[in-house]
């Protein structure tokens, strides 16, 4: 193996929902001050998916613009992260797989732990490319976040899929094998078999998350990482918008730093653009925020990204990656601005029919209605399977 063999994201795709829910809209419902969304979480809307979507047609919605222009040939695996999976068994990206059209000759497989899968995802990916440079591997993460109506978590919703393209020499972004990593056993995020909806202790959350950017921090610089300094900007995990800042300000603190509102918006400002809009996508966050600080910031040629995956429960990564002159020629910013430009407004009553919308689990004949103006849609179930087809 070349000694000097570089891998990373060689492509970026993000895609979203029919539907959005604004929080004017979900203030004008529940008598809140929409400040305390715009400016207390950083959020201004939620994606909602239509009957006939969920993380398969997201991800397909995703994957197939990188599929077209790379071709599938050098595709031998595909890694789909979500927590919102439609399977106790099926990986999801199998029902990509077909979808796409992707060669038989390939791995599928599907990973969980609440948000940061997707770190985990790559990181697989990585392995494989070292181990074979000649191969590619299709990286999915997907979720539609879910809380009780009416709940603190309410606002923070969201429904979103990042499809990444991984191999030798990308296009994109260069990542750095060196990584810290933390897990502790806490109880701030769960949603058991038996639920459709997660719950959540928000005070314990950020707490376990704080102490995971800490402990990630940690592991990394004892490792011989990067030194703060040395970082451009910095995306995190959005289980909303000012979440990142927080996270920014606390890792800025612990090194002893100014944590000033104008440094962390300079470090983070730029992750934030489609978050704020999109709400949590769970696993796809974080590459959400990958995706607008590519699409909105001057040229970043050359400059180190921090990369600091959360999921509750809890895991954290810690990573660097550096970007890829020439990477601008590569984006699909008109085509991320137009999938969430062209999200259809609805009102409060129709969100409410839409989230508390479930399958009858009899096994008979239940198409959905047809809705989504995407290119791939969940016909229905028959059966107890799930049949999907490009629309």
């Known amino acids: 193996m070349p000694g000097d063999l570089t891998v990373g994201i060689h492509d970026l795709s993000v895609a979203t929902t029919q539907y959005v829910l604004t929080h004017e809209t979900l203030a004008g419902h529940n008598g809140t001050g929409v400040a305390k969304y715009h400016r207390g979480i950083g959020q201004r809307a939620m994606s909602v998916p239509a009957a006939d979507e969920d993380i398969v047609t997201m991800a397909a919605d995703a994957a197939a613009p990188v599929v077209a222009r790379h071709g599938a040939d050098r595709i031998r695996t595909v890694v789909f992260a979500t927590e919102t999976s439609v399977d106790q068994s099926k990986a999801a990206g199998v029902y990509v797989h077909s979808l796409l059209g992707l060669p038989s000759a390939a791995r599928v497989v599907e990973l969980k732990q609440a948000c940061y899968s997707g770190t985990a995802a790559l990181q697989f990916a990585m392995g494989l490319v070292h181990r074979d440079p000649s191969e590619q591997v299709l990286v999915i993460a997907s979720d539609v976040s879910r809380y009780e109506l009416g709940s603190p978590g309410e606002a923070t919703q969201g429904a979103a899929a990042v499809a990444m393209l991984v191999g030798a020499d990308p296009a994109l972004v260069r990542l750095e094998d060196r990584s810290g990593m933390f897990t502790a056993d806490i109880m701030d995020f769960w949603r058991p078999n038996y639920l459709t909806t997660a719950l959540v202790d928000g005070r314990e959350s950020i707490s376990a998350y704080l102490q995971a950017v800490e402990g990630a921090w940690k592991d990394y610089t004892e490792r011989g990482g990067r030194k703060l300094g040395e970082f451009s900007a910095f995306c995190y995990h959005q289980p909303f918008t000012k979440m990142a800042h927080k996270a920014h300000r606390h890792l800025l603190q612990h090194n002893g730093h100014a944590a000033d509102e104008e440094e962390i918006t300079r470090a983070i400002g730029h992750t934030t653009a489609y978050n704020v809009e999109i709400g949590n996508s ?6 959400v925020g990958l995706a607008s600080l590519l699409d909105h910031a001057d040229d970043l040629s050359g400059e180190v990204i921090g990369f600091l995956s959360y999921g509750s429960g809890s895991v954290a990564e810690f990573f660097a990656g550096t970007v890829v ?23 409060y009553a129709r969100y409410r029919e839409l989230h508390e919308r479930s399958f009858p689990a009899d096994g008979g004949d239940h198409p959905t209605p047809r809705e989504t103006t995407g290119p791939y849609r ?5 059966g107890h399977k799930r049949i999907y087809a490009a629309r």
């Open 282 to 287: 769970y696993t796809a966050s974080m590459y």
């Open 325 to 347: 002159p020439g990477y601008r020629a590569r984006l699909r910013s008109d085509a991320h601005r137009e999938a969430i430009g062209r999200r259809q407004q609805i009102d």
């Open 378 to 382: 969940l016909v229905g179930l028959s």
